[in-house]
């Protein structure tokens, strides 16, 4: 989040789009550290939404929130950064979850089919058609699939791809430019 704050500070009114909201913890940061941002979130949850707009609220931050699936109910608009912390976990790796996360926490934002990469096989190439020439994707990625993350990226056209490590050294967020 602090590459898209930096980046994102250049810019006049920056557009953001936080896709899979969830309770709008992303979008409402980058708010509070973007007053001049116009930002948007999406979900497929209306329940996420309601809570994401009550934490919006909350904080007194303006956020356009937007029901639907990925960047559908977005488009055709388009965007400076595109960001995102989507489903990754492996339905293989569901017993491995701590039992707080895997038990209270929606499947629906956890798991993202048999190899974790179902949501990035079709969030990345929609990203690339809603960023601008010039725009930024960041995701959220899951331990070991940054070089399959590289490769989606490279396919959908993304360019510069690099990866922030969490506090451990693993690879968490990729962050790549569209030309």
Do not use: W
């Amino acid at each position: 989040m602090e590459k898209v704050i930096e980046l994102a500070s250049d810019l006049a009114i920056p557009r953001i789009v936080d896709v899979g909201t969830g309770s709008g913890a992303i979008a409402v940061a980058l708010a509070n550290k973007l007053p001049h941002a116009s930002i948007t979130a999406t979900d497929i949850s209306s329940c996420a939404l309601a809570l994401a707009a009550e934490n919006a609220k909350h904080n007194g931050v303006a956020v356009r929130f937007l029901a639907g699936d990925l960047l559908a109910p977005v488009a055709p608009e388009q965007f400076d950064f595109v960001v995102s912390n989507p489903p990754y976990v492996s339905v293989a790796d569901r017993d491995s979850l701590d039992v707080e996360v895997r038990e209270y926490e929606p499947a629906l934002a956890l798991f993202a089919g048999d190899d974790g990469l179902d949501v990035y096989r079709r969030l990345i190439p929609a990203a690339f058609d809603a960023a601008t020439p010039g725009g930024f994707l960041a995701l959220e990625i899951g331990y070991g699939q940054s070089a399959e993350v590289a490769e989606l990226l490279a396919y959908a056209g993304f360019e510069r791809a690099e990866f922030v490590p969490d506090l451990q050294g693993i690879p968490r967020v990729a962050c790549a430019r569209r030309p």
